[in-house]
């Protein structure tokens, strides 16, 4: 059975690259513009995995992951945080948020690609 990914950005690119990154891989991948969006999806697909950006409108890669890891059905889903913020201090952040992992844009699709595998092989 196909995995499905729960992207949240706002940049459209982003989402592009990202999906055919994702697709390559045969992945489902659901986009959302934002967290917000991200968080009405989730209740409506079967998620495996979660990449989210930090900056957003709305509702934030941070908040994003708060609402996921304090809601007991999801709070075991894998997040991977895909952002250009690339200071220790965002890095910490976003992990004791609760993220499985950090990348930092631009990207390279193996490098997504693998990230993703170690959690939805």
């Known amino acids: 059975?196909?995995?499905t990914v729960l992207i949240a950005d706002d940049s459209a690119t982003i989402r592009k690259l990202v999906t055919l990154s994702?697709?390559?891989m045969g992945t489902n991948v659901i986009a959302a513009c934002d967290g917000m969006e991200a968080?009405?999806?989730l209740p409506t697909v079967e998620t495996d995995l979660i990449i989210?950006?930090?900056n957003m409108p709305n509702v934030d890669g941070y908040e994003l992951i708060k609402s996921v890891r304090e809601n007991a059905e999801y709070d075991e889903v894998p997040i991977i945080i895909l952002t250009?913020?690339?200071e220790q201090a965002d890095i910490n952040r976003g992990?004791?948020?609760g993220a499985s992992s950090y990348l930092i844009k631009p990207f390279v699709s193996k490098k997504l690609?693998?990230?993703v595998s170690k959690y939805i092989s």
Do not use: G, I, P, V
Request: hydrophobic content about 40%; charged content about 45%.
């Open 1 to 3: 059975m196909k995995k």
């Open 22 to 24: 994702l697709k390559a």
């Open 39 to 41: 968080l009405e999806l």
């Open 52 to 54: 989210t950006d930090l």
């Open 84 to 86: 250009s913020e690339k």
């Open 95 to 97: 992990m004791d948020a």
């Open 113 to 115: 690609q693998y990230e």
